[in-house]
Protein backbone atom coordinates (compact mmCIF):
# COMPACT_ATOMS: atom_id res chain seq x y z
CA UNK A 1 0.00 0.00 0.00
CA UNK A 2 0.86 3.55 -1.48
CA UNK A 3 1.57 6.03 1.71
CA UNK A 4 -0.68 8.38 -0.52
CA UNK A 5 -3.28 5.37 0.16
CA UNK A 6 -2.56 4.88 4.27
CA UNK A 7 -2.94 8.76 4.18
CA UNK A 8 -7.32 8.23 2.94
CA UNK A 9 -7.71 5.96 5.23
CA UNK A 10 -10.30 6.70 7.68
CA UNK A 11 -8.62 7.46 10.85
CA UNK A 12 -5.31 8.66 8.84
CA UNK A 13 -7.23 11.46 7.96
CA UNK A 14 -7.94 12.70 11.97
CA UNK A 15 -4.49 11.40 13.48
CA UNK A 16 -1.09 11.83 13.17
CA UNK A 17 0.84 9.07 12.39
CA UNK A 18 4.32 10.47 11.97
CA UNK A 19 5.82 9.72 15.97
CA UNK A 20 6.47 6.70 17.83
CA UNK A 21 2.64 6.66 19.53
CA UNK A 22 3.19 3.07 21.70
CA UNK A 23 7.24 2.22 22.03
CA UNK A 24 5.80 -1.35 23.44
CA UNK A 25 1.98 -3.15 23.00
CA UNK A 26 -0.65 -2.76 26.14
CA UNK A 27 -2.50 -5.14 25.21
CA UNK A 28 -2.52 -8.53 26.66
CA UNK A 29 -0.62 -11.63 24.21
CA UNK A 30 -1.76 -13.91 26.93
CA UNK A 31 -5.07 -13.69 26.15
CA UNK A 32 -4.81 -13.16 22.10
CA UNK A 33 -2.58 -16.37 21.78
CA UNK A 34 -5.13 -18.50 23.71
CA UNK A 35 -8.30 -16.42 21.65
CA UNK A 36 -6.16 -17.22 18.16
CA UNK A 37 -4.52 -20.50 18.87
CA UNK A 38 -2.58 -20.24 15.86
CA UNK A 39 -1.69 -23.63 14.02
CA UNK A 40 1.12 -24.47 11.81
CA UNK A 41 -0.27 -24.03 8.61
CA UNK A 42 -1.87 -20.14 9.60
CA UNK A 43 -1.46 -17.37 8.33
CA UNK A 44 -1.98 -14.63 10.39
CA UNK A 45 -2.42 -11.32 10.12
CA UNK A 46 -1.74 -8.50 13.45
CA UNK A 47 -1.99 -5.07 13.54
CA UNK A 48 2.14 -3.97 14.05
CA UNK A 49 2.21 -1.24 17.18
CA UNK A 50 5.34 -1.77 18.47
CA UNK A 51 5.44 -5.58 17.05
CA UNK A 52 5.45 -7.42 20.32
CA UNK A 53 2.25 -9.65 19.93
CA UNK A 54 3.22 -10.21 16.30
CA UNK A 55 6.02 -11.89 17.85
CA UNK A 56 4.05 -13.21 20.51
CA UNK A 57 2.20 -15.25 17.43
CA UNK A 58 5.24 -15.84 15.60
CA UNK A 59 6.30 -17.73 18.81
CA UNK A 60 3.32 -20.39 18.49
CA UNK A 61 4.45 -21.51 15.54
CA UNK A 62 2.14 -19.68 12.70
CA UNK A 63 3.70 -20.82 9.14
CA UNK A 64 3.53 -16.79 8.11
CA UNK A 65 2.94 -13.30 10.38
CA UNK A 66 1.82 -10.62 8.64
CA UNK A 67 2.62 -7.31 10.94
CA UNK A 68 0.93 -3.72 9.30
CA UNK A 69 0.06 -0.53 10.68
CA UNK A 70 -0.62 2.71 9.47
CA UNK A 71 2.09 4.29 11.35
CA UNK A 72 6.05 4.36 9.85
CA UNK A 73 7.50 4.89 12.66
CA UNK A 74 5.50 2.20 14.23
CA UNK A 75 6.81 -0.13 11.94
CA UNK A 76 10.40 0.78 12.84
CA UNK A 77 9.91 -0.43 15.73
CA UNK A 78 9.01 -3.82 14.47
CA UNK A 79 12.18 -3.64 12.58
CA UNK A 80 14.32 -3.00 15.50
CA UNK A 81 13.29 -5.14 17.42
CA UNK A 82 13.73 -7.70 14.64
CA UNK A 83 17.59 -6.65 14.47
CA UNK A 84 17.56 -7.17 18.49
CA UNK A 85 16.27 -10.93 18.47
CA UNK A 86 18.68 -11.61 15.32
CA UNK A 87 22.06 -10.07 17.23
CA UNK A 88 21.46 -9.92 21.25
CA UNK A 89 21.43 -12.15 23.88
CA UNK A 90 17.98 -12.59 25.85
CA UNK A 91 19.69 -10.38 28.77
CA UNK A 92 20.69 -7.65 26.34
CA UNK A 93 17.62 -7.90 24.44
CA UNK A 94 16.18 -6.86 27.94
CA UNK A 95 18.41 -4.17 29.12
CA UNK A 96 17.79 -2.48 25.49
CA UNK A 97 13.84 -2.75 25.49
CA UNK A 98 13.90 -1.52 29.31
CA UNK A 99 12.59 -4.40 30.67
CA UNK A 100 15.59 -4.60 32.90
CA UNK A 101 18.14 -1.41 34.24
CA UNK A 102 20.87 -1.12 32.07
CA UNK A 103 24.20 1.57 31.66
CA UNK A 104 24.90 0.07 28.29
CA UNK A 105 22.07 0.40 26.18
CA UNK A 106 23.82 2.96 23.62
CA UNK A 107 26.69 0.53 23.24
CA UNK A 108 23.36 -2.54 22.63
CA UNK A 109 21.77 -0.32 20.07
CA UNK A 110 24.67 -0.20 18.19
CA UNK A 111 25.18 -3.41 17.84
CA UNK A 112 21.15 -4.13 16.85
CA UNK A 113 21.43 -0.63 14.72
CA UNK A 114 24.05 -2.87 11.85
CA UNK A 115 21.14 -4.74 11.20
CA UNK A 116 19.31 -1.54 10.08
CA UNK A 117 18.53 0.09 7.10
CA UNK A 118 20.26 3.78 7.16
CA UNK A 119 17.29 5.40 7.33
CA UNK A 120 16.34 3.36 10.64
CA UNK A 121 19.63 3.78 11.75
CA UNK A 122 19.43 7.71 11.67
CA UNK A 123 15.70 7.22 13.12
CA UNK A 124 16.69 5.46 16.28
CA UNK A 125 20.24 7.66 16.73
CA UNK A 126 17.63 10.53 16.81
CA UNK A 127 16.04 8.82 19.88
CA UNK A 128 19.59 7.64 21.29
CA UNK A 129 19.71 9.62 24.45
CA UNK A 130 15.94 8.65 25.29
CA UNK A 131 16.45 5.19 24.75
CA UNK A 132 19.66 5.40 27.30
CA UNK A 133 17.42 6.55 29.92
CA UNK A 134 14.01 4.82 29.26
CA UNK A 135 15.01 2.37 26.74
CA UNK A 136 13.46 1.04 23.61
CA UNK A 137 10.32 0.40 25.28
CA UNK A 138 10.29 3.68 26.78
CA UNK A 139 10.43 5.49 23.99
CA UNK A 140 6.36 6.05 22.78
CA UNK A 141 3.95 9.11 23.55
CA UNK A 142 2.31 6.54 25.64
CA UNK A 143 4.83 5.39 27.76
CA UNK A 144 5.62 8.99 28.32
CA UNK A 145 2.27 9.59 29.56
CA UNK A 146 2.72 7.09 31.77
CA UNK A 147 6.06 8.45 33.08
CA UNK A 148 5.04 11.43 34.01
CA UNK A 149 1.69 9.55 35.72
CA UNK A 150 4.78 7.81 37.57
CA UNK A 151 7.27 10.60 38.16
CA UNK A 152 4.75 13.74 38.81
CA UNK A 153 1.77 12.68 40.09
CA UNK A 154 1.15 8.91 41.66
CA UNK A 155 4.41 10.61 44.16
CA UNK A 156 1.77 13.15 45.36
CA UNK A 157 -0.86 10.53 46.44
CA UNK A 158 0.97 7.95 47.64
CA UNK A 159 4.74 7.13 48.75
CA UNK A 160 7.17 4.16 47.33
CA UNK A 161 6.29 1.96 50.44
CA UNK A 162 2.23 2.25 49.47
CA UNK A 163 3.58 1.25 45.89
CA UNK A 164 5.61 -1.56 46.56
CA UNK A 165 2.77 -3.11 49.01
CA UNK A 166 0.48 -2.93 46.49
CA UNK A 167 2.59 -4.98 44.34
CA UNK A 168 3.03 -7.21 46.85
CA UNK A 169 1.19 -10.76 46.64
CA UNK A 170 -1.54 -11.08 48.57
CA UNK A 171 -4.78 -13.13 48.83
CA UNK A 172 -8.04 -11.41 47.50
CA UNK A 173 -9.59 -10.47 50.69
CA UNK A 174 -6.23 -8.94 51.37
CA UNK A 175 -5.88 -7.01 48.58
CA UNK A 176 -9.65 -6.21 48.67
CA UNK A 177 -8.85 -4.65 51.98
CA UNK A 178 -5.33 -2.84 50.89
CA UNK A 179 -7.12 -1.35 48.41
CA UNK A 180 -10.14 0.14 50.33
CA UNK A 181 -7.92 1.44 53.05
CA UNK A 182 -4.87 2.75 51.42
CA UNK A 183 -4.91 2.57 47.68
CA UNK A 184 -8.34 4.29 47.02
CA UNK A 185 -8.16 7.39 49.16
CA UNK A 186 -9.41 10.90 48.15
CA UNK A 187 -6.13 11.91 46.04
CA UNK A 188 -6.75 9.01 44.04
CA UNK A 189 -10.06 8.99 43.31
CA UNK A 190 -9.47 12.87 42.24
CA UNK A 191 -6.41 12.09 40.46
CA UNK A 192 -8.21 9.40 38.04
CA UNK A 193 -11.00 12.42 37.17
CA UNK A 194 -8.04 14.28 35.65
CA UNK A 195 -5.12 12.56 34.72
CA UNK A 196 -7.74 10.04 32.77
CA UNK A 197 -9.85 12.92 31.94
CA UNK A 198 -10.44 12.67 27.43
CA UNK A 199 -8.51 16.26 27.41
CA UNK A 200 -5.51 15.33 29.41
CA UNK A 201 -5.31 11.59 28.16
CA UNK A 202 -5.30 13.42 23.99
CA UNK A 203 -2.91 16.23 25.22
CA UNK A 204 -0.36 13.99 26.32
CA UNK A 205 -1.46 10.13 25.81
CA UNK A 206 -3.51 9.09 22.93
CA UNK A 207 -4.12 11.15 19.68
CA UNK A 208 -7.65 13.55 20.74
CA UNK A 209 -9.25 11.88 17.47
CA UNK A 210 -8.81 8.43 18.74
CA UNK A 211 -11.83 9.72 20.91
CA UNK A 212 -14.01 10.55 18.01
CA UNK A 213 -16.60 7.90 18.17
CA UNK A 214 -16.45 7.59 22.03
CA UNK A 215 -18.98 9.11 24.37
CA UNK A 216 -18.52 10.40 27.78
CA UNK A 217 -14.53 10.12 29.21
CA UNK A 218 -12.64 7.15 30.62
CA UNK A 219 -11.98 8.44 33.92
CA UNK A 220 -14.91 6.44 34.76
CA UNK A 221 -13.90 3.75 33.52
CA UNK A 222 -10.44 3.67 34.64
CA UNK A 223 -11.65 3.83 38.15
CA UNK A 224 -13.90 0.58 37.41
CA UNK A 225 -11.04 -1.11 35.55
CA UNK A 226 -8.63 -0.10 38.36
CA UNK A 227 -10.16 -1.99 40.78
CA UNK A 228 -10.12 -5.03 38.54
CA UNK A 229 -6.39 -4.94 38.35
CA UNK A 230 -5.58 -4.55 42.05
CA UNK A 231 -8.14 -6.86 43.86
CA UNK A 232 -9.75 -9.28 41.42
CA UNK A 233 -6.79 -9.88 39.55
CA UNK A 234 -2.89 -10.30 41.28
CA UNK A 235 -1.25 -6.70 40.61
CA UNK A 236 2.29 -8.35 41.52
CA UNK A 237 2.38 -10.58 38.48
CA UNK A 238 1.07 -8.08 36.07
CA UNK A 239 4.09 -6.94 33.80
CA UNK A 240 2.41 -4.28 32.54
CA UNK A 241 1.38 -2.68 35.92
CA UNK A 242 4.96 -2.81 37.03
CA UNK A 243 5.95 -0.45 33.93
CA UNK A 244 3.42 1.82 34.86
CA UNK A 245 4.23 1.80 38.23
CA UNK A 246 8.10 0.91 37.80
CA UNK A 247 9.39 1.91 35.07
CA UNK A 248 10.64 -1.83 34.00
CA UNK A 249 9.40 -5.14 33.76
CA UNK A 250 11.61 -6.39 36.50
CA UNK A 251 11.20 -10.42 36.45
CA UNK A 252 7.37 -9.71 35.17
CA UNK A 253 7.55 -9.90 31.44
CA UNK A 254 5.04 -9.88 28.66
CA UNK A 255 4.98 -13.19 26.34
CA UNK A 256 7.03 -11.65 23.67
CA UNK A 257 9.96 -11.35 26.09
CA UNK A 258 9.81 -14.26 27.95
CA UNK A 259 13.43 -16.28 27.90
CA UNK A 260 11.43 -19.43 27.08
CA UNK A 261 10.05 -18.15 23.26
CA UNK A 262 13.03 -15.98 22.78
CA UNK A 263 15.26 -18.63 20.69
CA UNK A 264 11.95 -19.48 18.87
CA UNK A 265 11.24 -16.27 17.66
CA UNK A 266 14.78 -16.08 16.67
CA UNK A 267 14.42 -18.84 14.51
CA UNK A 268 11.20 -18.16 13.07
CA UNK A 269 11.86 -14.51 12.38
CA UNK A 270 12.18 -14.81 8.62
CA UNK A 271 8.35 -16.24 8.39
CA UNK A 272 7.57 -12.25 9.74
CA UNK A 273 6.26 -9.26 7.20
CA UNK A 274 6.15 -5.78 8.17
CA UNK A 275 3.99 -3.90 5.51
CA UNK A 276 2.68 0.07 5.71
CA UNK A 277 -1.04 -0.82 4.95
CA UNK A 278 -4.29 -1.62 7.00
CA UNK A 279 -5.53 -4.87 7.50
CA UNK A 280 -8.25 -4.07 5.00
CA UNK A 281 -6.50 -3.47 2.04
CA UNK A 282 -4.59 -7.18 2.28
CA UNK A 283 -7.61 -8.63 0.61
CA UNK A 284 -7.08 -6.47 -2.80
CA UNK A 285 -3.95 -8.38 -2.69
CA UNK A 286 -5.44 -12.12 -2.48
CA UNK A 287 -4.15 -12.23 0.95
CA UNK A 288 -6.40 -15.00 2.82
CA UNK A 289 -5.74 -15.35 6.96
CA UNK A 290 -6.28 -17.76 9.35
CA UNK A 291 -6.57 -15.66 12.25
CA UNK A 292 -6.42 -11.61 13.09
CA UNK A 293 -5.46 -9.84 15.79
CA UNK A 294 -6.66 -6.34 15.44
CA UNK A 295 -5.73 -4.17 18.41
CA UNK A 296 -8.59 -2.00 18.84
CA UNK A 297 -8.61 -0.66 15.52
CA UNK A 298 -12.36 -0.19 15.20
CA UNK A 299 -12.56 2.22 17.90
CA UNK A 300 -11.28 4.74 16.38
CA UNK A 301 -13.77 4.39 12.92
CA UNK A 302 -16.81 5.77 12.48
CA UNK A 303 -20.08 3.33 12.71
CA UNK A 304 -20.02 3.07 8.40
CA UNK A 305 -15.81 3.24 8.28
CA UNK A 306 -16.02 0.27 11.06
CA UNK A 307 -18.95 -1.60 8.32
CA UNK A 308 -16.62 -1.02 5.34
CA UNK A 309 -13.36 -2.45 7.60
CA UNK A 310 -15.05 -5.28 8.57
CA UNK A 311 -16.28 -6.21 5.43
CA UNK A 312 -12.70 -6.30 3.87
CA UNK A 313 -11.35 -8.09 6.63
CA UNK A 314 -13.93 -11.19 5.75
CA UNK A 315 -13.12 -10.92 2.67
CA UNK A 316 -9.62 -11.54 3.51
CA UNK A 317 -10.50 -14.48 5.75
CA UNK A 318 -10.08 -18.32 5.11
CA UNK A 319 -13.39 -20.26 6.37
CA UNK A 320 -13.01 -20.46 10.45
CA UNK A 321 -11.15 -17.70 10.11
CA UNK A 322 -10.51 -16.25 14.01
CA UNK A 323 -11.01 -12.54 14.93
CA UNK A 324 -9.84 -11.28 18.22
CA UNK A 325 -9.96 -7.22 18.72
CA UNK A 326 -10.11 -4.79 22.04
CA UNK A 327 -12.93 -2.37 23.34
CA UNK A 328 -11.43 0.63 25.15
CA UNK A 329 -14.35 2.91 25.09
CA UNK A 330 -16.30 2.57 22.00
CA UNK A 331 -18.50 -0.79 21.90
CA UNK A 332 -17.39 -2.58 18.73
CA UNK A 333 -18.47 -6.00 17.78
CA UNK A 334 -19.93 -7.72 14.12
CA UNK A 335 -21.74 -4.76 11.98
CA UNK A 336 -25.47 -6.01 12.19
CA UNK A 337 -25.06 -6.19 8.11
CA UNK A 338 -22.39 -9.03 8.43
CA UNK A 339 -23.10 -10.34 12.06
CA UNK A 340 -24.66 -13.59 9.91
CA UNK A 341 -21.35 -14.45 8.39
CA UNK A 342 -19.49 -14.87 12.21
CA UNK A 343 -20.03 -16.62 15.30
CA UNK A 344 -18.92 -15.47 18.45
CA UNK A 345 -16.77 -17.47 20.98
CA UNK A 346 -18.85 -16.19 23.89
CA UNK A 347 -17.66 -18.90 26.22
CA UNK A 348 -14.22 -18.32 25.68
CA UNK A 349 -14.60 -14.52 25.79
CA UNK A 350 -16.51 -15.10 29.20
CA UNK A 351 -13.34 -17.09 30.24
CA UNK A 352 -10.45 -14.86 29.06
CA UNK A 353 -11.79 -11.31 29.74
CA UNK A 354 -11.40 -11.62 33.38
CA UNK A 355 -7.57 -12.67 32.54
CA UNK A 356 -6.91 -9.73 30.93
CA UNK A 357 -3.98 -7.79 32.23
CA UNK A 358 -4.13 -4.67 30.32
CA UNK A 359 -7.00 -3.40 32.34
CA UNK A 360 -7.95 -0.70 30.97
CA UNK A 361 -9.74 -2.79 28.37
CA UNK A 362 -13.51 -2.22 29.01
CA UNK A 363 -14.27 -5.36 25.99
CA UNK A 364 -12.09 -8.26 24.45
CA UNK A 365 -14.11 -10.04 21.30
CA UNK A 366 -13.54 -13.02 19.93
CA UNK A 367 -15.52 -13.99 16.69
CA UNK A 368 -14.95 -16.93 13.91
CA UNK A 369 -16.01 -16.76 10.45
CA UNK A 370 -18.64 -19.03 9.06
Not at 44 to 68: H, K, M, P, Q, T
Not at 221 to 233: E, G, I, N, Y
Not at 341 to 357: C, F, I, Q, Y
Request: aromatic share 10%; with cysteine; glycine share 6%.
Amino acid sequence: MTETNVANTDIAKRASFDIVRYAQVWEDADILVAALHPKPSDTVVSIASAGDNAFALLAEGADRVIAVDLNPAQLACVRLRVAMYQTLSHQDFLELIGSRASGRRRHLLELAAVKLSDEDQKFWKAREDDIAKYGVGGVGKFEKYFRTFREWVIPFIHTREVIDLLLTPRSPEERAKFYDKRWNNWGWRQMVKLFFSRYVMGKLGRDPAFFDHVEGGPAAQVSRLTRKALVDQDPSVNPYLHWILRGTHGELLPRALAEERFETIRERIDRLEIRLCTVETLAGEGVKADAFNLSDIFEYMSPEAHEAAYGTILAASNPGARISYWNMMAPRRAPASLAARVTTNSALEAKLKPLDKAFFYSDFVIEEVM
